[in-house]
Structure formats: structure tokens, C-alpha cells
């Protein structure tokens, strides 16, 4: 057994050549696993999986299924030990081997007796303040932030709505989005196998005008098969987990922040204030996070502060009457459009839609517009009334030259036809 556990250097060693120092056996014993587990994790997940058996492997030194409860207890404690793994990496690896093991050689229903020995390795985990949670400002201010209609949705969506993982997310397919009398939802799929098995509709409440304007500026047709969050110019491509996380160190660097901004701190926010609302029970939050019934890691989703305790306890003893935390609503909400009946972003003064004026300010400016629009269209039709009553006018005076032009050419002809009419005629004129 080697006394030495560490992670890989950088261009001298890869995992494939770790690999091909185990034995056969172990090598089969690996894939075997690999795809089992294939379909049920993410990609992301399979490599950790694999490159933790594979290290796990080497240092062990032995087949699987020839080591004894001592020798992988001494080989799990080298790892434990080691001051160059995190504690979440040593956690991982905890998981990792338990759940080979498991299957391996305990018919995926318990864990066999040469890991029971294994140390969980628990870890002080830095705890989270509500002042160092991302307020509704902060998540208002980095949509504005976003680019493009895609990334304000998905910031959005999962700031102020979901709170769902972000793979569940990237994820999303058009065939998840419903409606009902109340408006959007997506039946959101849960990333986590050891999670709920079952989908959850997650409504589009605060995040409906984001929806709405992803869906009209959307890079080729809204399908079934294709993904919501997409690549901007491929729907049938998910975006990736690369592109999410420099957006938002990008929006953090933006917004100049000092506490962490990513899409699991919006998803411990969004249930953190979930959970200071009384009217949403633990077994509901339970199921809107994608957690089992019986599983407590809620508790590591809900963050609150000192005041919050104080105040509780001064409630319970009846010294003074609790506060009621109202802190779980949000103050900026989707304005309504009284003409369009579509939802626009609660600090729009224009509707996205139908350009109806939404604000005061817009209105006041839409009223005096309107008014000048009436009083230039009665000016238009004063105007008509007078070019029709020219044209008339033209009109009359041309007839009435044509009458006395032909009146005149009749006397002529007749000055010309009876001369002696002619002469009297100028007689007449003369007197």
C-alpha cells in the first residue's frame, strides 16, 4: 500500500496512466461501474467517480474484492489525512468509494463490511450570513447587467423563482413549460439520484417578463426538443456550465461585490427566504428543493442571523411580541399591462409588447402626446375642410369662366352672322 495520496501533477501524470497500473481486474471492475452509473449522474459527476476509484485503486494496491475491512480502512485514512485534498474533495471521495462498494458487493441494497470501517470526513463549512446572501437589489441589478434575454432569464429564474440546481436548469427543455389559469410553470427534473424521483412544477411568477421576452427573441423556433437555455445560436445545445459560471463572475466583478455570487448561492437564498415564510410548510420546501422527505440537507439551505434568533427567543418567553419577518417578500413585482394583459419587468415604463405607457412619468407623456396627436389631427381635418372648400371654389369659378367664355363666342358668332345686329349692338354699347 502506498503512503502517499495526492492530487495528479499537472503534465507529468494523467489519470490514464494511473489506470494502467491497475490490475485486470480492477480495470474491469471500474467500467463495469462507470456504466452503470452512466445515465443517472451528469458527465461531470461520471469523471469524478471514475478518477476517484482509479487513485483510490492505485493506492490500495490490491483488487477490490481481495482488500480486507483493515486494508481499505488504512488506505481511506491516508486519504483523510492528506493536507492536499479539500474537505468537499475528500467528501466526494467518501461517496465515491461507498457507492462502488455498495454495488460491487452489496447488490446496490447496503454497504459491505470492508467499508463500514471508513471515517466520514466532516468539515467546518463556512457558514452564510443573510448579509452575505444576495439581496432582491443585487439579483435586480445583475439582470439588468446580462447581455443578452437568455442569461436574464436564467438569472432571474433562478434568483427570484426556482432555486433549482443549475444543471436542472441548463438542462431544460420547451416540452417542461406549461400554463394554467395562473400563469407559466416548468416541471423542473431533479438532478440528484439520491433526491426526489419526481419532477416539480416550479411557477414563473417574478421572472415571467424574462420568459416572455426570451421566448420572442428565442434563436429559431420555441420546440419541444429544444433546450431553454440554449447556445445563442443553436437550440438543440445546451448552455454550458462554463459559459454559466463566467457570467457570473462576470456579473460579480460588474456589480463590484464582495460576497460570493453563483447559481447555488441564488439557490440557498431563494430557499433561505422560502423558509422564513409561514405559510410554506418544511414537507413542501422539502419538494420544491428536490430532496426526499426523509433527507435534512434542507437545513444547509436555510441561512439566518443572530437578530433572527434573539427575536425568536423574546417571542417564546412573552417579553415582547416576535416580529414577523416579512423579508421572504419581494418589493419589486412584474407590472401588468392594463392594455396587453402581458407582464413586463416591475421598473418598465413601456410595455415590451404593445408600447402602452406603464409608469406615471410615461403616462403623464403618453397623455400629452395623445393630446397633441387630437389636436394635430383636428388641425388636419380644419385644413382638409379648407382645401375642399378652395377646390370647390376653383371648381365654381371654373365653370363660371367656361359660361362666360362660351357666352361670349355665341354674341361673336352672331356679330359675325347679321352684321346689322353687330352695328346695333355697338350702338347699344356706345349709348
Not at 452509473?37 to 458527465?43: C, I, L, N, P
Amino acid at each position: 500500500m502506498k503512503k502517499i495520496y495526492g492530487k495528479l501533477s499537472h503534465g507529468k501524470i494523467t489519470i490514464d496512466d494511473i489506470k494502467k497500473r491497475l490490475s485486470d481486474k480492477n480495470q474491469k471492475m471500474i467500467d463495469e461501474f462507470i456504466d452503470y452509473k452512466r445515465g443517472s449522474v451528469v458527465a461531470d459527476r461520471l469523471r469524478l467517480l471514475h478518477n476517484s476509484l482509479v487513485k483510490f485503486g492505485d493506492l490500495l494496491e490490491k483488487d477490490f474484492d481481495a482488500a480486507t475491512k483493515d486494508e481499505i480502512t488504512k488506505a481511506w485514512n491516508i486519504i483523510l489525512a492528506s493536507e492536499d485534498i479539500t474537505i468537499k474533495t475528500k467528501q466526494d471521495e467518501y461517496m465515491h468509494i461507498r457507492q462502488a462498494f455498495k454495488h460491487w458487493f452489496g447488490e446496490d441494497e447496503e454497504f459491505p463490511r470492508q467499508v463500514r470501517a471508513m471515517k466520514r470526513p466532516y468539515g467546518r463549512s463556512r457558514l452564510r450570513l443573510p448579509e452575505e446572501m444576495p439581496t432582491e437589489e443585487i439579483i435586480h441589478s445583475a439582470i439588468k447587467l446580462c447581455m443578452n434575454y437568455r442569461d436574464r432569464l436564467f438569472v432571474a429564474y433562478e434568483g427570484l423563482d426556482a432555486g433549482a440546481r443549475p444543471i436542472e436548469l441548463r438542462l431544460l427543455k420547451w416540452n417542461k413549460l406549461k400554463k394554467d389559469e395562473n400563469g407559466y410553470y416548468f416541471n423542473v427534473w431533479t438532478a440528484k439520484k439520491s433526491g426526489d424521483t419526481e419532477e416539480r412544477p416550479i411557477r414563473v411568477i417574478f421572472s415571467e417578463p424574462y420568459l416572455l421576452d426570451w421566448m420572442k427573441n428565442y434563436p429559431g423556433q420555441v420546440k419541444d426538443e429544444h433546450y431553454v437555455f440554449c447556445k445563442l445560436d443553436d437550440p438543440t445545445t445546451p448552455v454550458s456550465r462554463g459559459i454559466v459560471t463566467s457570467l457570473f463572475r462576470r456579473l460579480r466583478k460588474k456589480l463590484k461585490l464582495t460576497i460570493r455570487f453563483s447559481p447555488y448561492v441564488l439557490r440557498h437564498a431563494t430557499l433561505t427566504r422560502m423558509g422564513k415564510n409561514p405559510n410554506v410548510p418544511l414537507s413542501v420546501l422539502k419538494k420544491f428543493a428536490g430532496h426526499t422527505q426523509s433527507s435534512n440537507i434542507i437545513g444547509e439551505y436555510q441561512h439566518y442571523g443572530s437578530e433572527d434568533v434573539k427575536d425568536m427567543q423574546l417571542g417564546y418567553a412573552g417579553i415582547a411580541q416576535a416580529k414577523q419577518d416579512k423579508s421572504y417578500e419581494f418589493k419589486n413585482l412584474p407590472i401588468k399591462c392594463p392594455h396587453c394583459d402581458k407582464s413586463n419587468a416591475w421598473d418598465a415604463e413601456i410595455c415590451g409588447f404593445c408600447n402602452f405607457a406603464l409608469s406615471q412619468k410615461r403616462q403623464v407623456g403618453f397623455e400629452e402626446y395623445m393630446q397633441r396627436i387630437e389636436t394635430l389631427e383636428k388641425d388636419r381635418q380644419n385644413a382638409n375642410e379648407l382645401v375642399k372648400e378652395l377646390i370647390k371654389k376653383m371648381a365654381d369659378m371654373q365653370i363660371s369662366l367656361k359660361n362666360e367664355i362660351q357666352e361670349n363666342k355665341k354674341q361673336n358668332n352672331l356679330m359675325e352672322t347679321f352684321p346689322a345686329y353687330s352695328a346695333d349692338h355697338r350702338c347699344q354699347s356706345n349709348l
